[in-house]
């Protein structure tokens, strides 16, 4: 669910450090592989140092920072394909990472959650710029929270001063949580108990309770869950085959996956969490897909395939995002936030973890996008930043 930055890296998701405590072996983690979809034969579709330098930094996130399995996944401005794994995807089997295996997306959940809101705005049926008492009349109340005085734009964008419930439910994860139902108004509650951090508008924090309500607010004014509606509005219009909503109690996932491992401290065993109950992401956090699906999701949000113009232009309205990542200079606009990028510029970015899962996934504004999984949360700051080094790789390497 949660998005690291420098300050939260060490609790990122977990609240307790996801550390490397299973070594995996040297031969392991150079024997990354490439592999082509039937659309990249073509010569042309990426250069042979960018393979290079991808295959390298994906062996690296296993050999150097002991993450069990790495894939990442490009395309080029002509949507040609390319998938790359590194490490194993069971430490028990020793079984290869599956090719563009699904994983937990974890936050990039809310890219498709601040679609489906911005939707709505397009067919009149939100305003960004109401309360969000307007919607939830009676809800949003705590210490120094009225939901008078927070807009739903403020809401998508993290400037609501709402407190994030993350620690809370990853506390005595493999204990007590990994397999514990939450309900959404449950996950509200949590976050309305802690007193505002800012007044709304005065500042900006990363908040899931921000994106639980987003997703409240959908079922209020459509009527319907919200995760039938990003299914029906998002998941099946781009076709993209292996991204899902889990089903209330679904705690596996679906398709080819590499397991997912969670240590609650540096040098402890890892445990295996493929299996765990998503409720706690829920809007904020909830989804699985793949990471060639998440490519194809970014880039057809971007060229304009979702949303109308008026709304992307809302969407790609940032503010300054301090510490949203480990690079720096990061801006949030509406579920969709900036990425530096080290040949210049910036790519359009969300990112998420997740027990088990580390996804960072871009696109740059000429169509390039890549996204990098690792199958285990970073305990270090210098590991999330070679997650975010690799990404780098993969979109400035030419």
Known sequence: MSKPSRRRTLTALSGVAAALALSVPVADALTSHTTATPAAHSQDAFKSRTDAAVRQSLASLVKEDGFPGALASLSDPGGRARNYTAGVGNLKTRSKVPTDGQVRIASNTKMFTATVVLQLVGEGRIDLDVPIETYLPGLVRGDGIDGHEITVRQLLQHTSGLADYDEEVVQDYLTKQQHRYFEPRELVEIGLGKKALFAPGTGWSYSNTNYVLAGLLVQKVTGRPIGEEITNRVIEPLGLRHTYWPGVGDQTIKGRHPHGYFATAPNTPYTDVTEQDPSAG???????????????????????????????KEMKTTVEAPDLDTVGDGHYGLGLATFKLSCGGYAWTHGGNAPGYTTRNAVTEDGRAATVAVTALPTTLPAAEHIEAALDTALCTR
Request: glycine residues 16%.
């Open 282 to 312: 829920w809007a904020a956090g909830g989804l699985i897909g793949t990471p060639s699906d998440l490519n194809r999701f970014l880039t057809a949000l971007l060229d304009g395939k979702l949303l109308g113009p008026e709304q992307l």
